[in-house]
């Protein structure tokens, strides 16, 4: 079954904002680091953050500083990507996943992924 499952894409204006969510349905992440990655159409996978199993150590692509926020919320067993300031070159399918090393910024540290949810930013 799925592992984990990716909400909130859809289309935007530049300068506009989304919230992504990703959630786990069938089992817990507690100890996992979470991270958030995207794809551009003709590009590859790219980091875009990634939050530690504890929630308070993040860590952004320097193209998401100071306008991208990831948060875990524990409990619910989910992570969230704010995203401000949305422009063009930010379109991509946005996939969600789960390091069980407990923090990671590369594809290789992840082994868990979500089917991804388009994000399109009009001009």
């Known amino acids: 079954q799925v592992q984990l499952v990716e909400s909130g894409g859809g289309l935007v204006q530049a300068g506009g904002s989304l919230r992504l969510s990703c959630a786990a349905p069938?089992?817990?992440?507690?100890?996992?680091?979470l991270g958030w990655f995207r794809q551009a159409p003709g590009k590859e996978r790219e980091f875009v953050a990634a939050?530690?199993?504890?929630?308070?150590?993040?860590d952004y692509a320097d193209s998401a500083k100071g306008r991208f926020t990831i948060s875990r919320d524990l409990a619910q067993n989910t992570v969230h990507l704010q995203m401000n300031s949305l422009n063009p070159e930010d379109t991509a399918v946005y996939y969600c996943?789960?390091?069980?090393?407990?923090?990671?910024?590369?594809?290789?540290?992840?082994?868990?992924w979500g089917q991804g949810t388009q994000v399109t930013v009009s001009s």
């Open positions: 996943a789960a390091s069980s090393k407990g923090f990671g910024t590369r594809i290789r540290e992840y082994g868990y």
């Open positions: 069938g089992r817990t992440f507690s100890t996992y680091g």
């Open positions: 939050v530690g199993w504890s929630g308070g150590r993040t």
